[in-house]
């Protein structure tokens, strides 16, 4: 496809999925200024690939644009409008409309002396990379493009509109961003642009948590995750995000007794995904890539010429929580991908199904409603080469889950409860309400996991028990 015809197919395709957008520009070329379509949303049309969310960038002045808005828009909020921005929701889709800008930076910090810009041109060469920096004038249609960004969108390379050093000082952040478009789109970045990266990663300890986790999470979500991570630690900026993920990069023993667990955590990462049934799954994928991050600290050479690393399931859930934590997610993200590395090594002990029921009712009651996700762990963490190995493997695994589904379907384990509430333990020992009842109510849990569903007549007997052991009259 010619230049010429990328451009008015990327008007046309604007068009036909967004009326709305002319329509806006209409409103404000009647009101005496000029409303382009910017950014992400043009490279998007041009991908074919267009949402309801739309950019648009405009001469007026913020003020000016809630008076151009006011009435046609259904509704309107300006909480970004210090920052030139004024966000508008018409028939469903969401618009956001900034002011040319010009900002200037300290650079020291992610803080802009906000300064309004005069020109299209101006406003462009302040954007993250040339391929979003294109615009489409939408009272004219008039595509404007001064960085060569739609050569950039069909070569699929990210380069800066000005030089990455400017760019990357003004936000140290678009580095990351770098990242996750290559995850996003399959894009490469442009030599000049990785250079820039690796000599200037330290940059992102400018940047607050909140920001970097919100990009990696945007990264983890994209359709080619590992290669955004790779450019993340091939260039340093994992060292300042992620410290953990280089950290896997073991040195291979003269002996060729372990796998590198840096690649084994990224194929791993690759084969969750390829078992992810809804959509991309943030903690499916988190685990997937930290599954193995206690391994560096467990490692010991043994006598033998071995190589072993035992616990690392439980020092690497402790470092995802720190980790996690650090990063800013929330206490669920951080609690399930947690326990899901703290699980997943258990499988191992099933061998080839000595498990007895009460180890399966465990094994279900502590992934709770992980279940699925651990199952997708387990599956993905195997990588042998071995194909007979491998399929052993899946075939274990697969008896694992059947007997799940048969005690599930016996014994509702989703809901795993004592035969006797917290009530009736307290009728029948004359308890009042505290941690004694606590401490019965666990006992005849373990006892209902140990042995499966009990009369009521057994459940009493076994608390009468209990309670004559621990001296409760």
């Not at 409309?97 to 010009?102: L, S, W």
């Not at 650090?326 to 669920?332: F, I, R």
Request: with cysteine.
């Amino acid at each position: 496809m010619n230049e010429l015809a990328a451009k008015r197919n990327a008007v046309i395709e604007l068009m036909r999925l967004q009326p709305l957008a002319d329509e806006l520009g209409g409103l404000f070329a009647a009101a005496g200024h000029r409303l382009y379509l910017v950014g992400g949303s043009v490279r998007d049309a041009l991908l074919g690939r267009l949402s309801s969310d739309l950019d648009f960038t405009t001469d007026a002045r913020p003020e000016r644009i809630l008076e151009i808005v006011r009435g046609w828009a259904d509704g309107v909020w300006d909480t970004g409008i210090e920052f030139g921005t004024v966000g508008v929701t018409k028939r469903g889709s969401t618009l956001e409309i900034t002011t040319f800008r010009a900002d200037s930076y300290d650079g020291v910090s992610r803080n802009p002396e906000v300064t309004f810009g005069d020109t299209i041109e101006g406003d462009l060469l302040r954007r993250d990379f040339t391929v979003n920096a294109m615009a489409i004038e939408l009272s004219t249609k008039e595509f404007v493009d001064p960085h060569n960004g739609l050569d950039a969108l069909a070569r699929r390379v990210l380069d800066t509109p000005a030089t990455p050093q400017e760019s990357f000082a003004d936000d140290p952040l678009r580095m990351l961003r770098a990242t996750r478009f290559v995850s996003q789109l399959g894009f490469e970045p442009a030599p000049r642009v990785v250079e820039a990266m690796t000599a200037m990663a330290g940059q992102l300890e400018r940047i607050t948590a909140e920001r970097v986790q919100a990009e990696l999470s945007k990264l983890m979500l994209g359709a080619y995750p590992r290669r955004g991570l790779e450019l993340m630690v091939d260039t340093g900026l994992a060292g300042h995000v992620l410290p953990e993920l280089p950290g896997m990069r073991l040195a291979i023993d003269e002996h060729h007794q372990h796998k590198d667990v840096y690649q084994h955590s990224l194929t791993v990462l690759d084969q969750a995904i390829a078992l992810e049934q809804d959509g991309p799954d943030l903690t499916l994928r988190l685990a997937a890539l930290l599954h193995d991050i206690g391994k560096p600290a467990t490692r010991r050479f043994e006598s033998g010429g071995g190589v072993s690393f035992h616990h690392h399931e439980v020092v690497g859930a402790k470092m995802v929580r720190k980790r996690l934590r650090a990063l800013k997610y929330s206490k669920q993200i951080v609690d399930d991908v947690s326990q899901l590395v703290f699980l997943h090594l258990r499988f191992h002990g099933y061998g080839k199904g000595e498990w007895t029921d009460s180890a399966v009712r465990r094994y279900v009651t502590d992934a709770g409603p992980l279940l699925e996700r651990l199952h997708k762990l387990v599956r993905a963490d195997c990588t042998t080469r071995n194909k007979r190995k491998a399929a052993m493997l899946q075939r274990t695994y697969d008896e694992l889950e059947e007997r799940i589904a048969r005690l599930a379907a016996a014994e509702d384990l989703a809901r795993v409860r004592p035969d006797l509430d917290g009530n009736e333990i307290m009728r029948l020992l004359g308890l009042p309400p505290g941690p004694l009842v606590g401490q019965a109510w666990r006992f005849l849990k373990e006892l209902r996991l140990d042995r499966g569903p009990l009369s009521h007549d057994e459940a009493v007997a076994e608390l009468r028990r209990w309670a004559e052991e621990n001296g409760i009259p």
